[in-house]
Each structure stands twice: as structure tokens, then as C-alpha cells.
T-cell receptor, first 113, second 118 residues
Framework: GEDVEQSLFLSVREGDSSVINCTYTDSSSTYLYWYKQEPGAGLQLLTYIFSNMDMKQDQRLTVLLNKKDKHLSLRIADTQTGDSAIYFCAEIPTTSGTYKYIFGTGTRLKVLA | GAVVSQHPSWVICKSGTSVKIECRSLDFQATTMFWYRQFPKQSLMLMATSNEGSKATYEQGVEKDKFLINHASLTLSTLTVTSAHPEDSSFYIC??????????????FGPGTRLTVL
């Protein structure tokens, strides 16, 4: 099946690092994406990683990809209260022949002051 | 760049009426637009994919006669919820893809429209 799984909740203290995990199922996905959704808003593209990369760093964000295990993670360094949101990973299986996203279930990050 | 707007941001309507939601790509041409529905505390559920000038492709279980999609131009798609009922109350989000950009496949999302049907 096409299930992209994420843990539902994560709570961290301000200043700590947050790690949000995602397990996807389709190894044909060329790119994997991370989106952030704040309450009552749409999704904001945070970063993406190409499937032939193991790691990508973008300021406070680090994406790790383990293609063998189909495991993707997003690390947020020095987490701030403004990072509180829902985070979705997404893949586009190239075998589908479309550009439809398969979204993860979403992880609700709560940052405690 | 890559800004997508939706209008209205929220709407309240009576049961049995129809509601139109607009999705616009403001600074790029969208070859494909997607319409999603999101229930509280859940992920996004893809309703349909629309390409400019052609009929929308609906996901399994989505009634095409109830959720009318028109992709009239490369910058505008509309979703009309016909004969709305309380169970249609939800958060509707559109996204647009230009086929360009870093990966060619990334979607840019609108801010969403909250529909409440009384």
C-alpha cells in the first residue's frame, strides 16, 4: 500500500533539537518533501531532498534519508516556539505516472517555553 | 515567488446552497492544480487533480457532480460545492504545480478555505 507514516505528536523544550520521523513505502520516489502547517493555514514547503542524497542541511533544518529503510527525518535545531505546527512529509512515487503527493499522517510539534 | 491564493478564506452557508472557492497562482503559471480536503487533526485528502483546459481527474470516492472543478486558465481553478450539506463542512486547500522549480514536482499551497454548512 501507499502509507506514509509519522508519529503523531512530539513535544520539546525551546532551544532543544526536534527530530520528526517519516517512513515511506515507495522507493521510486525521486524527491521527498517536508511541509509545515500552522493552525488554520495552508502548507508551507520547508525543504526537500533528492533520493540519491543521504543528507541535506538548510540553516536550522537537517534532512536525513535512509533509502534502504525508506526512512526520512527532519531535524530542527534550536527549536523555537514559532516552530510549533504540524509537519508533513510527502513523496511523489514516479511509478504512479502523475505528480500526486502521498502525504504522511502529520506530526504535531509542540514547543514548550 | 510561487504564491497561491484562495478566496474566500472562510464561508458559512445554508444547507442546500452552492459555494464556489477560487484558487489562483499569483506569480506563476500552474500546469496542474490540486484540491484537497482536510478534516480536523488529519492529513490532507486529495480530492481531484485538474489540468488547464481539460476535465478534472477525481479520486476514488469523490463525487464529481457534487464537487465541480473548473480550471479555466493557467492561473485559476475553482471548486464548487453544490447543494452543500453539513457533512461537507471542512477545510479545503488547493495547491498548484508549475512543473518548474528545483524539483519540478513541488506543489505550492493556498492558505485554505474553511467551509461551514449550517
Amino acid at each position: 500500500g501507499e502509507d506514509v507514516e509519522q508519529s503523531l505528536f512530539l513535544s520539546v523544550r525551546e532551544g532543544d533539537s526536534s527530530v520528526i520521523n517519516c517512513t515511506y513505502t515507495d522507493s521510486s520516489s525521486t524527491y521527498l518533501y517536508w511541509y509545515k502547517q500552522e493552525p488554520g493555514a495552508g502548507l508551507q514547503l520547508l525543504t526537500y531532498i533528492f533520493s540519491n542524497m543521504d543528507m541535506k542541511q538548510d540553516q536550522r533544518l537537517t534532512v536525513l534519508l535512509n533509502k534502504k529503510d525508506k526512512h526520512l527525518s527532519l531535524r530542527i535545531a534550536d527549536t523555537q516556539t514559532g516552530d510549533s505546527a504540524i509537519y508533513f512529509c510527502a513523496e511523489i512515487p514516479t511509478t504512479s505516472g502523475t505528480y500526486k503527493y502521498i502525504f504522511g499522517t502529520g506530526t504535531r510539534l509542540k514547543v514548550l517555553a | 515567488g510561487a504564491v497561491v491564493s484562495q478566496h474566500p478564506s472562510w464561508v458559512i452557508c445554508k444547507s442546500g446552497t452552492s459555494v464556489k472557492i477560487e484558487c489562483r497562482s499569483l506569480d506563476f503559471q500552474a500546469t496542474t492544480m490540486f484540491w484537497y480536503r482536510q478534516f480536523p487533526k488529519q492529513s490532507l485528502m486529495l480530492m481531484a487533480t485538474s489540468n488547464e483546459g481539460s476535465k478534472a481527474t477525481y479520486e476514488q470516492g469523490v463525487e464529481k457532480d457534487k464537487f465541480l472543478i473548473n480550471h479555466a486558465s493557467l492561473t485559476l481553478s475553482t471548486l464548487t460545492v453544490t447543494s452543500a450539506h453539513p457533512e461537507d463542512s471542512s477545510f479545503y486547500i488547493c495547491s498548484a504545480r508549475s512543473g518548474e522549480g528545483a524539483t519540478g514536482g513541488e506543489q505550492f499551497f493556498g492558505p485554505g478555505t474553511r467551509l461551514t454548512v449550517l
